[in-house]
């Protein structure tokens, strides 16, 4: 038996549905994560990461959000990363606030390679990788989703807000759907920004306007809104759904707009009309892809574009992309565009 699926069959056996704390060697330390995996994984499952907000962690996250019984229940597996420890003793994910100018982590580095690690190690998916997070991690899925989307199929911040030196640097290598969960009476993130730095955290932009950045990031033409019922009406709040349609490669971006909610994770504390985190998963589930060796612009079919694509990536030296790896000896190289070609060509 291969090693790379020994090892993948020993975790699986090992987890037995139990979330198992790692870490993960990066530029000098070792960065702690949990990682569940469920009974009912299966190769090239998708992977999604939860980021926990500001002064909070892995493990609180991993508690409240109730992601890893979703999880059993639909076959993913799911990573919780551990913020970094500031000067002031809270854990954070470095996205730049105005009292973090010393801080020199880099995080999206750290994910980057622990996404990749995981990937190898245990046959997830390469192409179903997901981001979300609770404010600091809704942050900073905002920055993964500009600097880090060809690692990334969908980002899905709830309580997160866009740095206005991210929203102003934005431009990902590829567009990808968004999801924004958001409260308007949000005292935290709040939702029309702070673009003045009243609260201290630094400048950023209000859910508006960063849900329009995506909105033309993914070239999203249609429009629609609703009104979900208001089930529990003491919890003062109900939600208000935009979702911006046709866009590049079927793309659209969300957002679940809690009217009078605060700072939260729905369905936990705030409003109780909806769960967050089954939002979330049907959020990324219905943007997850069907994918095929030589498809390298996810449209669902092989053609001249890929051969582009392909052709580009060779002459370039480009990061390895095992979607273009057609003959599959783990390198880039002609003999995979003659593989591309012989394969429009119905050889």
Known sequence: ?????????????????????????????????????????????????????????????????????????????VCYPQGTIDNYNNAFFNVGYEFHWNETVDDVGFIISLAQHLQDEYDFSEINTFSTGMSNGGDFSYLLGCQA???FRAIAPNAGIMMEWI?????????????EIHGTNDNVSWWDGDIDNVDGWGSYVGVDEAI?????????????????PDI????????????????????????????????DWPGVWGNMDIHASDVIWEFFNQF???????????????????????SNQILTNSEYNHLADL???????????????????GY
């Open 1 to 77: 038996m291969p090693y790379r699926s020994f090892l993948f069959l020993f975790i699986f056996t090992y987890s037995l549905s139990q979330p198992v704390l790692l870490e993960h060697p990066y530029a000098g330390f070792n960065r702690e994560y949990y990682l569940f995996i469920p009974e009912s994984i299966e190769p090239e499952a998708s992977l999604i990461f939860v980021f926990h907000g500001y002064s909070g962690s892995a493990e609180g996250i991993m508690e409240y959000s109730g992601m890893n019984q979703i999880a059993n229940e639909n076959g993913f597996a």
């Open 327 to 345: 003959n599959n000896d783990g390198s880039l190289n002609i003999n995979d565009l003659y593989a591309l070609i012989a394969l429009m060509l």
């Open 212 to 228: 329009q950045l995506w909105k033309e990031i993914n070239s999203c033409t249609g429009f629609m809104v609703d009104t979900l």
């Open 232 to 263: 529990y009406e003491n919890d003062g709040s109900y939600v208000i759904t935009e979702k911006y349609l046709n866009g590049v490669n079927n793309n659209e971006v969300w957002l679940y707009k809690i009217v009078n909610g605060g700072h």
């Open 167 to 179: 929203f102003e640097t934005c431009e990902p290598e590829r567009p990808i759907p968004l999801l």
């Open 288 to 310: 997850s892809l069907d994918y095929q060796i030589g498809d390298v612009d996810y449209s669902g079919s092989i053609d001249i574009i890929d051969l582009i694509i392909v």
């Open 149 to 151: 989307s060809e690692y």
